[in-house]
Nanobody
Framework: QLQASGGGLVQAGESLRLSCALSGFHFDDYVLGWFRQAPGKEREGIAC????????YYVDSVKGRFTISSDNAEMTEYLQMNNLAPEDTAVYYCAARGFSNGANYYSVCPLGPWEYNYWGQGTQVTVSS
């Protein structure tokens, strides 16, 4: 189970930090991701991280502004969002995918929503101009 929190209403240029707590997730090898879905648009992956080596990957629109991190001991992932813009307004979702028996074949964590099978409930981020 994933529980996302931290969304809210901010002005352009401000920051927010989203959190996602994982419970009942018993994999030694996994990837974590953040996704967002704006009204009328498809869900898009924006950032991901691999727990084994800490490698991250970002979509171009958030590079340099957003930072994904994870606390493996606390089983929590974060998304630090700086310099927010109105186009960042969306419902943000956290997601995870675990791997067993060396089945992780990704060289870089994926950003396709179809690659993830555990999802949080979403948290609204609204950025006013």
């Amino acid at each position: 189970q994933l529980q996302a929190s931290g969304g809210g209403l901010v002005q352009a240029g401000e920051s927010l930090r989203l959190s996602c707590a994982l419970s009942g997730f018993h994999f030694d090898d996994y990837v974590l991701g953040w996704f967002r879905q704006a009204p009328g648009k498809e869900r898009e992956g924006i950032a991901c991280i691999s727990n084994t080596d800490g490698r991250t990957y970002y979509v171009d629109s958030v590079k340099g502004r957003f930072t994904i991190s994870s606390d493996n001991a606390e089983m929590t992932e974060y998304l630090q969002m700086n310099n927010l813009a109105p186009e960042d307004t969306a419902v943000y979702y956290c997601a995870a995918r675990g791997f067993s028996n060396g089945a992780n074949y990704y060289s870089v964590c994926p950003l396709g929503p179809w690659e993830y099978n555990y999802w949080g409930q979403g948290t609204q981020v609204t950025v006013s101009s």
